[in-house]
Every structure is written in C-alpha cells, then in structure tokens.
C-alpha cells in the first residue's frame, strides 16, 4: 500500500500518508514515548484508509461504472432526484479530477 502511495504522489490523500509514514518511522526511529508512536500509528493508518478510498474513487471515475445487465433498471429510494453523468462531471471537476 505504502509503494501504490508513493507512486501516486500527485494526489494530496496519497502524499499525506507517505508524510505520515515517514513521521511514525521518525517516531519510532526516537525512542520516542509508546503514546506517541501510537498516534503517529494510527495517523498513518488513517491517512492511508483516506488515500485508498480516495484513489479507488479516482479510478472508478476515470473507468466509468461496468454496464448493467440488460433489462435491469436502476433503483433509487422514494424521492429521491436523479444525478446525470454531467452533474458528476461537475463535482469532479470541484473536487481535483482533472478530466
């Protein structure tokens, strides 16, 4: 995970938790009190959480979604109001995706 990290290092999610692992090897490196190796820990560990839902996301939105079966619809719950691809586009384009 740490090597998809730093190979993805334009994304922020990415460079953060390479930074993080660096901190917590710095830590541990120190002798540093076990409180605070802990929490560059699991600082890490959340970061890198962050940075693969982030680049799992990135990459389903460049792939586009796999098609449907045919003769499936699409279900949404009661009231609730459709999102078109431009929409998404949109957010994407807000959100970093440099499409």
């Given at each position: 995970?740490?090597?998809l990290c730093r190979a993805a290092r334009e994304?922020?999610?990415a460079a953060l938790a390479v930074l993080r692992w660096d901190e917590w090897q710095q830590a541990r490196r120190r002798a540093t009190g076990g409180a605070e190796?802990?929490?560059r820990r699991r600082a890490y560990e959340r970061a890198r959480q962050n940075a693969l839902a982030a680049l799992l996301m990135r990459t389903?939105?460049?792939r586009g979604t796999p098609?449907?079966?045919p003769g499936t619809t699409r279900r949404r719950r009661p009231g609730a109001v459709a999102t078109g691809h431009a929409t998404l586009r949109?957010?994407?384009r807000q959100y970093g995706d440099s499409r």
């Open positions: 995970m740490l090597e994304a922020p999610e190796r802990r929490f389903q939105a460049i098609g449907r079966a949109v957010l994407l």
